[in-house]
């Protein structure tokens, strides 16, 4: 926390009053006003009394507004009942309805191998584990000094050990991601500067644990690390710690670092659940530069390797490592196009160049609606977008219009202009395909085929033109983990809008009658990847689709008709009669809405939560379309699935 | 003029236990506040800590045994730091 210190007096008067309108609002039934302003309020004031206020509220809220429902269970050898309330809030703050369960002290060995215990009741979508160093590896804590080397050595295998065997067991009973906290190092080794003169000195050894575990997260699906080593080192050992409440309260934490405590655990949480930013939108002068391009000129603005521009620098290698991530990035300038365009291009101290920006609005329109346009041309929806602008009035313009926007509030001083962009949790990924890391070149060619689609007369001759070709083939090792992406992130062409886990697709690919397809795309003007998935099983005669969907950047273009084709095929082949799907209608799926009705379906039943259409197999077929190279695959996906790494 | 301590305690302690500040005096305590547990009392300490950046010593934590006492301890320690 940058500043613990009081408010001042005005600045309390309002918090008050903005406490009895976020009351009056609720009364009056303007929930989703009232949930804004409680979102502003904490951004405002993150502290301990306001979080109570905000998770009270929330409680009052959540089943009013649009929020992302989400499950964690925090199992633990320390208090953490004062971090859960800013948590909450922290949650709440980027659309998070956050349910908490708390384990007992230290009970989490007996929580995880018991099949029946409350962890597993409650049903987490996410468990954290966090446990400190005293407790896990008490050998190499206080009493170090007291063991051998052999014996010291011997206590961190065990702690492996003791880990892996706590995972598996927990991977027998919940497929809930898992979080585990690294280790610590003591912040004065028993031994003084000799600690660190071997390898099995207090802190080699804990490293080497670290270092193990790591290892052993990457043998399950769904576990993931939490350097807390690291996170203590960021804010400094001696801040973060409190004996006092340690020994008396048995609080580790210092009271103005819980709530960054509260923060790592909601960048593990914000992928977990989905509400990932997927586009950021950035302002030019003073932002992306300093200075103003139209008057300052090329030689004028500041940007490069020296004080100030630098800072300018390490913004723009902090978006760089966005883009690496797979978010796009784009341009939304008040500017002269040529003078925007000419730094972009020329400047010689720029990082970021045109060619990193998926769109770019440099114009003097309003700023809410170059971003409504952004998302259009980009095929996101507004809340998969976040803003970034020196110009306060210009943040809440965009607040105010498009509140499902997530717009970062930079700080004063451009020196800590990376920093506010680091660490925006709706940057977090927790893993990388392939596609996430080529999306901004093929957004590039994305642009070249929307310029050659206006040369055709009819949209089969584009069709003819593009030389579409797809890969069809069932799950693999090597796919789960996209496919598994695609079902969270996609929300226009989805026609059941069923988000599934790693763990979760990994389950459903070894059931008997479970099929599940993986679409790859690839045009002459390269490759789009894995755009598309589907899910089917059968029951009897009838196969019925539990998931189709496909990625917005491929609708429109027939993909999902040859997809379609397969499932139709393979399922007469099968020996099915009919296959069915439902049509499950979200405010933002429309696209998807008559894709069954188009392809020859009738509708069998509807009732409040949408529509179930069946395709008679021995009267009618779907057909793929003659412009698709249709290539199958074949592979044996359940046993890959179940190679590739341990249950 | 700035706000009283005992004003930010009161409105700290509203948010904390739930209840309008206009109802937290400087006589409220566990026995008048349903909500003062051992749990609610730390969070009110880490939120006293957090406003005023103070560390409490646990025997300052002992006199906290209700809010005027809070705001006259907050008061001590910000005038012996001076």
């Keep these: ?647 | 003029m700035t706000e009283s301590t005992f004003d930010q305690v009161r409105s700290i302690a509203s948010d904390i236990f739930g209840i309008p500040a206009d109802k937290v005096t400087a006589e409220s305590s566990p026995e008048t506040i349903e909500n003062w547990d051992s749990m609610q009392h730390l969070n009110l300490v880490l939120a006293i800590e957090e406003k005023f950046a103070l560390q409490l010593e646990p025997e300052d934590i002992e006199q906290m045994k209700n809010i005027g006492a809070v705001a006259a301890l907050v008061e001590k320690l910000q005038s012996a730091a001076r």
């Design chain 1, 1 to 647: 926390m940058s500043d613990p210190v009081s408010n001042s007096t005005s600045a309390e008067g309002n918090l008050s009053n903005r406490r009895a309108q976020i009351d009056g609002l609720i009364a009056e039934s303007a929930f989703d006003e009232a949930s804004r302003r409680l979102s502003t309020l904490w951004r405002r004031d993150p502290a301990t009394g306001t979080a109570s206020f905000v998770t009270s509220r929330v409680e009052q809220l959540r089943e009013k507004v649009a929020l992302t429902k989400f499950r964690l269970a925090i199992l633990r050898s320390f208090t953490v009942e004062p971090i859960v309330p800013l948590l909450r809030a922290e949650a709440f703050a980027y659309g998070i309805d956050l349910e908490v369960h708390v384990g007992d002290f230290d009970t989490y060995v007996q929580d995880m191998l018991d099949g029946e215990s409350s962890l597993y009741r409650f049903e987490p979508d996410a468990v954290v584990m966090a446990v400190r160093t005293d407790r896990a590896a008490p050998e190499l804590w206080r009493d170090f000094a007291d063991y051998t080397p052999e014996a010291a050595q011997q206590a961190a295998e065990r702690v492996v050990k003791g880990y892996g065997q706590g995972i598996a067991a927990f991977r027998k009973h919940s497929q809930a991601a898992l979080i585990l906290h690294s280790l610590e190092r003591p912040s004065a080794a028993a031994l003084g500067i000799l600690d660190d003169q071997s390898e099995t000195g207090q802190s080699g050894l804990i490293r080497q644990i670290n270092r193990e575990l790591r290892r052993v997260a990457t043998e399950f699906r769904g576990v993931y690390s939490l350097d807390y080593d690291a996170l203590v080192a960021r804010h400094g050992s001696r801040q973060w710690h409190d004996e006092r409440k340690w020994l008396t309260t048995r609080l580790p934490i210092a009271a103005a670092y819980v709530l960054e405590m509260a923060r790592e655990w909601v960048r593990f949480i914000v992928p977990l659940s989905g509400r990932t930013v997927k586009v950021l939108a950035v302002d030019l002068d003073n932002t992306l530069w300093g200075g103003v391009i139209g008057e300052d000129g090329m030689s004028g603005i500041k940007v490069g390797t020296e004080y100030p521009g630098a800072a300018y620098q390490a913004l723009q290698r902090a978006l760089l490592d966005l883009s690496r991530k797979g978010i796009l990035l784009a341009v939304s300038s008040k500017n002269n196009p040529d003078d925007a365009m000419e730094a972009l291009e020329k400047h010689p101290g720029m990082l970021v160049r045109a060619k990193h920006f998926a769109a770019l609005r440099i114009n003097w329109t309003d700023k809410s609606q170059n971003l409504r346009e952004i998302a259009d041309e980009l095929n996101v929806g507004i809340d998969a977008l976040a803003f970034l602008d020196d110009n306060p009035f210009e943040r809440e313009m965009v607040r105010a219009a498009l509140p499902e926007v997530t717009v970062i509030d930079l700080p004063g001083n451009p020196l800590e202009y990376a920093s506010a962009v680091r660490n925006c949790a709706g940057f977090e990924r927790l893993t990388l395909s392939a596609e996430d890391q080529q999306r901004t070149e093929m957004y590039a060619a994305q642009k070249q085929r929307s310029g050659a689609e206006q040369n055709f007369q009819s949209k089969e001759d584009f069709f003819r033109f593009l030389e579409q070709e797809a890969e069809l083939e069932p799950v693999s090792a090597m796919t789960l983990a996209r496919v598994a992406q695609l079902t969270q992130k996609t929300n226009q062409f989805n026609l059941t809008t069923r988000r599934y886990t790693e763990p979760q697709v990994a389950e459903m690919a070894k059931l008997p009658h479970w099929h599940i397809f993986s679409i790859k795309l690839r045009d002459r003007f390269g490759d789009h990847g894995l755009v598309g998935v589907a899910i089917t099983h059968d029951e009897g005669e009838q196969c019925e689709v539990d998931t189709f969907l496909l990625s917005c950047r491929v609708i429109g273009r027939t993909v999902e008709t040859a997809l379609l084709a397969h499932l139709a095929e393979s399922a007469a082949q099968r020996g099915c009669k009919h296959l069915v799907g439902w049509f499950l209608p979200t405010k933002k799926n429309a696209p998807a809405r008559d894709f069954y009705q188009q392809h020859g379906f009738e509708r069998r039943e509807a009732n409040g939560l949408g529509s179930l259409w069946s395709l008679d197999l021995q009267r009618s077929a779907v057909r793929c379309p003659d412009w698709i190279k249709l290539n199958l695959k074949h592979s044996n996906s359940t046993t890959e699935v179940r190679a590739g790494r341990k249950e």
